[in-house]
């Protein structure tokens, strides 16, 4: 077993001379050590730092950030500036509940809503207050198989416009208390397109519980991070409510229903200005928070090369804790992306050979709260972007399939067997993706090259891909214990993990020579 494969990985090293220049035949794989691997992976996902999250008002991602800065020192690494740490601030901002309130005025009674019953979703400024009219405009619906159009003829410029969820078809169908995205997406642009500054989107009537509602606001809701208070004076604003805030708006209980009932059952738009008025206001807190990413290099040998970079990245942030206090402890998600760079690094300063190339190691943080670590990597990096030849980003590394994983059965990233990797790569520069393949071979791996575009926009690559450099995300794919507190150490296959950091080690030096 072990004579095939060295005899795998003398053909790659083979390949890799007549194809990359400089490229040394006696390459051999580094020691990566499973032991090594297993200390990481059980101390960052231990119960003590109580899931990593960014939000936490635990010191846990600081207690973390401080293992990695105390284990690549021991590796040797060096530093740019003052140390391995890049500290920065970035912006959290949640929802004022106390100067949140959407209120009714009509036939001198008063009804004033809280946060509780609609939800203002995208919100940038840190207060968006509206007053005056509404119009009405059914479902906001246009059937381009018909003469339905239910926005035709209308004046929307400036105005507040209140539509329901779904179309005049669906609301008498069976499953019409279904929330279908693409649909109000679709809708609510041509609205905004014809400029109206905010549209009330109420949902289904026939969702008794709420249930997409209380969805939608938990997600419209949660703690939103950026690195600069966004602020938009011109920003359009989509409202998502209950039945019940049409009914307040329309003046009678039961009259949201009855008036769409009608549209439905006529098939002829129905549009009108509310006799009542609206005053919606929503604020947000705003807090600082500090942060940073943790960086360390190896020099490369090459006079004039070594200004140039490989950028190995991975997030040490996960998703904290539940209400309950249940850990998501996040072995995979991403320790083990975490600790294989570790390993990797190790690795690279062991090295009897260095790669022309300096090789670069970056742990960025605020990645499960919107890529931010990376963001600002990207916009303050080590080595230029313009000479960064490659990022190889790894996002949960840890695992091979178990049958309880079918739940991601028709995903197409869900996990792979032992022998089998996701590698994810653009096309600015094709030796990318032949040097992956070739080392793949090597050590008895089977690239899976065909995520679809989207997944370039899944984790911290995606800052390196929209400024054109060339991105290798490795993953060993979704699993049934993807975003959950059941993604523990106990799962992790260590043996596959020192295959991730094996070809990492090979596709790293190989880029960097080439």
Known sequence: MELKRYKNLFLFTIFLFLSCSGFSQDLRLPFISKSELANHINFLSSDSLQGRGFSSKTPALEITADYLVATIEKSDLQYMGKGYSQKFALFESGRDEENTFLKIFGNKKEKV?????????????????????????????????SDFDELAGLELKNKVVLISAGTPESFQGEFSHHWNNSLERNKTDKIFHAGA????????VQDKENKTFNQISRRANRPNYSLEKTSSE???????????????????????????????????????????????KSAMKVKEKKSRNIIGFVEGSDPVLKEECVVFMAHYDHLGMTKNGEIYNGADDNASGTATL???????????????????FLWVTAEEVGLIGSEYYSKN????????????????????????????????????????IYALVNDFDPNLKKITEAACLGINLTPDFSLPERFFYSSDHYHFHRNKVP?????????????????VPERINYDKIKKVAELCYLVGFAMANN
């Open 197 to 204: 500054r905010a549209v009330i989107l109420i949902t289904s």
């Open 113 to 145: 809503f809280s946060g509780n019953e609609f939800a203002l979703f995208n919100q940038k400024s840190e207060v968006v207050e509206m007053e005056g009219e509404l119009i009405f405009a059914g479902f906001g619906w246009n059937d381009e198989n």
């Open 471 to 487: 991105v290798l995300n490795l993953s060993t794919g979704y699993t049934a214990d993807y975003h959950k507190v059941t993604d």
């Open 342 to 360: 570790l390993e990797v690094a190790r690795a690279f300063t062991l090295s009897e050979e260095k790669p022309k190339r300096s090789i670069v």
């Open 234 to 280: 011109n920003e359009t604003n989509l409202v998502i409510a209950t039945p019940d805030v049409a009914d307040a708006i329309l003046g009678k209980k039961g009259r949201w229903k009855k008036t769409l009932q009608k549209i439905a059952k006529k098939g002829k738009p129905v549009s009108f200005v509310s006799k009542n008025k609206i005053q919606l």
């Open 381 to 420: 990096p080590v080595f230029p972007l313009e000479k960064t030849v490659a990022c190889i980003n790894l996002d949960m590394v840890g695992r091979v399939y178990e049958p309880r994983d079918s739940v991601w059965a028709h995903s197409p990233k869900q996990v792979k067997p032992f022998h089998e």
